[in-house]
């Protein structure tokens, strides 16, 4: 256990729907990322969060959004969903810049999102 | 371009049969490299982190290695719970994505 959470675990919905992925990082952790892992793309890095800030944009689509409260949480949003967007959401946190070990990424056990 | 290619995709061994998994990197420069381990439909779990060339970690039947362009990753005696899918990535230095990119993984199968 990474002691990352994620929810939902299981997502399904219809294709120009809306949903919300919510993300918990570990306790002390100030970093979230957020991957998306498709069978043919791999896992590929969304956006990243610090301390509520954005802070850095990897492959995300106009389309999808996230935040991160004040109490550190990340939601990402995902709307006018397609059938490709199916595939399983990460959420990785790291610890605070300057910190021992704030190189690694730790992943939550993910969220399937099936758009039918 | 990929910036992270692992060969082979996938390998099948025996119990107790070593083997190495390679990971062939391009950045213009390395702030890390990560070896993790993924169970299907699990998240990644960490393994190790490398920095700079003839770096080595160990854990357990694992080890890594890291040249200035490529990473292995030794099993030495493995046992089927070692069966997993295990992904490389890097991490560039020089500002930019802080984001992790992925090789596509080798998926390791260890038959008893």
Known sequence: DSGVTQTPKHLITATGQRVTLRCSPRSGDLSVYWYQQSLDQGLQFLIQYYNGEERAKGNILERFSAQQFPDLHSELNLSSLELGDSALYFCASSAPTGTPLDNEQFFGPGTRLTVL | ?112
Do not use: M
């Open chain 2, 1 to 112: 371009e990929d910036q992270v290619t692992q060969s082979p995709e996938a390998l099948r061994l025996q119990e107790g049969e070593s083997s190495s998994l390679n990971c062939s990197y391009t950045v213009s420069g390395l702030r890390g490299l990560f070896w993790y381990r993924q169970d299907p439909g699990k998240g990644p779990e960490f393994l190790f982190t490398l920095y700079s060339a003839g770096e080595e970690k160990e854990k357990e039947r694992l080890k890594a290695t890291l040249t200035k362009k490529e990473s292995f990753l030794h099993i030495t005696a493995p046992k089927p719970e070692d069966s997993a899918t295990y992904l490389c990535a890097v991490r560039e230095s020089g500002g930019g994505a802080d984001g992790l990119t992925f090789g596509k993984g080798t998926h390791l199968i260890i038959q008893p």
